[in-house]
């Protein structure tokens, strides 16, 4: 089975937000802000090539969401 450009997108992400939650689950900071921004950052680029707005928007926040933790994090 051919894994075609849209479906990579797809499952990096799910496996990186796999990985944030069970990262979240342990309190491995800054590991899972990290995964997460990973998995956001699939899916946006999955939602800009269906566009798909709505997804842009909600990836788009939890990337600067997860910035702002990274940042809060770091000092």
Sequence with gaps: MKLEINGLLQWTGTLCFMAMYSLMSLNLYPYNI??????????????????????????????????????????
């Design 34 to 75: 990290i995964a997460g921004m990973l998995g956001s950052t699939c899916y946006l680029l999955w939602t800009v090539r269906v566009v798909n707005k709505p997804q842009m928007i909600v990836n788009s926040i939890g990337l600067l969401v997860c910035l702002a933790g990274l940042v809060k994090y770091f000092g």
